[in-house]
């Protein structure tokens, strides 16, 4: 696995690539990783020839300067699991690396998506995640690259950002990650205790339940369903539960045979904010 700190050494490896024709999916990371993001680097080995698996905590997308400071930088145990995993290439710039002194300001036109939900709750972070992600694409030009689904406004972000710039890369969005019983897996449920945790399949079910009744109901039977199925288990607090266009993430009333949608959906359990989705179609 080869370890590139700078971008003049990992452009120069990806040069090699490119002359002998190799197809490069890009797996871009904050690091601190776990199951979700090793299957994010297994589905870009089945479609790419060279994974290259960023780790850069990214400082424009925290609103808050203690959570950018408090977020776990794990880097020896992170590099073990890629490896584990057999991951091409890993970039591990620091800060001065991704945005130096003489550095643009940023701002793309996001329109809606960066004032609804996420957007909503977190100024300015897409504007950050979409800053770097395209200075990663600059960089790495890889044909593909892979986001979690688990994170879905965010994967909507960097397709408009894809679209807005004309980027020739492929958007390869990854099935969330979930336990046996449905649990989306995402490192805030350690902080779950076991009956928070069996309280939060909640959230599964009542995604389910959409999905499930969705040519048999309207869409506020389902929601009122939904919200139904996460009351019946008590303590948990719905900050939102929306039925969406895909693209957009503008909500629906009606769910149109010829366009897609999604569920969103984010709960508190046991003072863990837990945010799952579901695609409908
Ligand atoms: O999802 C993340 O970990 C980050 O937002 C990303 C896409 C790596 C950009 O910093």
Same mark, same amino acid.
Request: with cysteine.
């Given at each position: 696995?080869?370890?590139?700190?700078?971008?003049?050494?990992?452009?120069?490896?990806?040069?090699?690539?490119?002359?002998?024709?190799?197809?490069?999916?890009?797996?871009?990371?904050?690091?601190?990783?776990?199951?979700?993001?090793?299957?994010?680097?297994?589905?870009?080995?089945?479609?790419?020839?060279?994974?290259?698996?960023?780790?850069?905590?990214?400082?424009?997308?925290?609103?808050?300067?203690?959570?950018?400071?408090?977020?776990?930088?794990?880097?020896?145990?992170?590099?073990?699991?890629?490896?584990?995993?057999?991951?091409?290439?890993?970039?591990?710039?620091?800060?001065?690396?991704?945005?130096?002194?003489?550095?643009?300001?940023?701002?793309?036109?996001?329109? $809606?998506?960066?004032?609804?939900? #996420?957007?909503?709750?977190?100024?300015? %972070?897409? &504007?950050? !995640?979409?800053?770097? +992600?395209?200075?990663?694409?600059?960089?790495?030009?890889?044909?593909?690259?892979?986001?979690?689904?688990?994170?879905?406004?965010?994967?909507?972000?960097?397709?408009?950002?894809?679209?807005?710039?004309?980027?020739?890369?492929?958007?390869?969005?990854?099935?969330?990650?979930?336990?046996?019983?449905?649990?989306?897996?995402?490192?805030?449920?350690?902080?779950?205790?076991?009956?928070?945790?069996?309280?939060?399949?909640?959230?599964?079910?009542?995604?389910?339940?959409?999905?499930?009744?969705?040519?048999?109901?309207?869409?506020?039977?389902?929601?009122?369903?939904?919200?139904?199925?996460?009351?019946?288990?008590?303590?948990?607090?719905?900050?939102?539960?929306?039925?969406? $266009?895909?693209?957009?993430?503008? #909500?629906?009333?009606?769910?149109?045979? %010829?366009? &897609?949608? !999604?569920?969103?959906? +984010?709960?508190?359990?046991?003072?863990?904010?837990?945010?799952?989705?579901?695609?409908?179609?």
């Amino acid at each position: 696995m080869k370890i590139f700190k700078t971008q003049k050494e990992l452009q120069s490896f990806l040069q090699g690539l490119r002359e002998a024709a190799k197809k490069i999916a890009l797996v871009p990371t904050m690091g601190a990783l776990h199951e979700g993001h090793l299957s994010l680097i297994r589905e870009a080995q089945q479609i790419a020839d060279a994974t290259v698996c960023s780790i850069f905590v990214n400082p424009t997308q925290f609103n808050d300067p203690k959570d950018l400071e408090r977020y776990p930088r794990p880097i020896q145990n992170d590099l073990q699991l890629l490896e584990a995993v057999a991951c091409d290439v890993v970039f591990l710039p620091e800060v001065d690396e991704m945005y130096p002194g003489d550095d643009m300001p940023w701002h793309i036109d996001l329109g $809606e998506l960066d004032q609804i939900w #996420e957007g909503a709750k977190r100024p300015g %972070h897409f &504007q950050g !995640v979409t800053q770097i +992600v395209y200075k990663l694409f600059q960089l790495v030009r890889p044909d593909v690259a892979c986001f979690g689904q688990k994170d879905f406004q965010q994967v909507m972000v960097i397709q408009r950002l894809v679209d807005i710039k004309e980027l020739p890369v492929r958007i390869h969005i990854c099935p969330t990650v979930r336990n046996q019983d449905g649990l989306a897996l995402s490192s805030r449920n350690l902080r779950l205790s076991d009956a928070g945790r069996i309280k939060a399949l909640a959230l599964y079910r009542s995604l389910a339940f959409i999905k499930n009744y969705k040519t048999a109901k309207t869409v506020d039977a389902l929601k009122d369903g939904a919200l139904q199925i996460l009351a019946q288990e008590g303590d948990i607090e719905v900050e939102y539960l929306a039925i969406c $266009e895909r693209r957009t993430l503008r #909500e629906v009333d009606l769910l149109l045979p %010829h366009k &897609q949608h !999604v569920a969103l959906l +984010v709960a508190w359990v046991e003072g863990v904010r837990l945010i799952d989705n579901m695609l409908l179609d």
